[in-house]
């Protein structure tokens, strides 16, 4: 199953990372390109342990609509979302937050597989890469200038 980690410092508290990852509205904010919808379960605010959301947009020429829910929880330390529906055979990313100095270090670790290996190690593991950036990105500007 194809995996990857991405590593990102940012100069704000691990409890405030943690809360702006878990942020329907920054995901929202971050995605605006592919014009991201959140279209059922928690549609804004934070998500937490046990809660779903379904999003919707535009990604790779297709339309996706795929629902995840929070199976792991502990808060400032890390949390898990998983794909329950969806495209993928598998949709596993696990946040964690490492106090560092005076910020944090963001941890992503992502475990996907498309169905049959379709497109796994090349468009679709290059585009997960890029939209994690994307996202990642948004959350160190909005904590660095709170």
Same mark, same amino acid.
């Given at each position: 199953?194809?995996?990857?980690?991405?590593?990102?410092?940012?100069?704000? %508290?691990?409890? +405030?990372?943690?809360?702006?990852?878990? %942020?329907?509205?920054?995901?929202? +904010?971050?995605?605006?390109?592919?014009?991201? #919808?959140?279209?059922?379960?928690?549609?804004?605010?934070?998500?937490?342990?046990?809660?779903?959301?379904?999003? /919707?947009?535009?990604?790779?020429?297709?339309?996706?609509?795929?629902?995840?829910?929070?199976?792991?929880?502990?808060?400032?330390?890390?949390?898990?979302? +998983?794909?329950?529906?969806?495209?993928?055979?598998?949709?596993?990313?696990?946040?964690?937050? /490492?106090?560092?100095?005076?910020?944090?270090?963001?941890?992503?670790?992502?475990?996907?597989?498309?169905?049959?290996?379709?497109?796994? &190690?090349?468009?679709?593991?290059?585009?997960?890469?890029?939209?994690?950036?994307?996202? &990642?990105?948004?959350? #160190?500007?909005?904590? +660095?200038?709170?």
């Amino acid at each position: 199953m194809p995996t990857f980690t991405m590593l990102n410092e940012i100069e704000a %508290s691990r409890e +405030e990372c943690f809360d702006l990852s878990r %942020s329907i509205d920054l995901h929202l +904010e971050s995605m605006i390109a592919s014009k991201e #919808r959140a279209v059922a379960g928690v549609t804004s605010g934070l998500i937490s342990m046990g809660e779903e959301v379904t999003w /919707e947009a535009r990604h790779l020429g297709l339309v996706w609509r795929i629902t995840s829910r929070i199976t792991e929880f502990d808060r400032p330390r890390r949390f898990v979302d +998983e794909m329950v529906r969806g495209p993928f055979a598998r949709f596993r990313h696990e946040h964690r937050f /490492e106090s560092q100095g005076t910020g944090t270090l963001l941890i992503d670790l992502v475990e996907f597989a498309m169905p049959l290996g379709l497109l796994a &190690n090349g468009p679709a593991g290059m585009y997960l890469r890029r939209l994690m950036r994307t996202r &990642n990105a948004t959350i #160190r500007l909005r904590a +660095e200038s709170a």
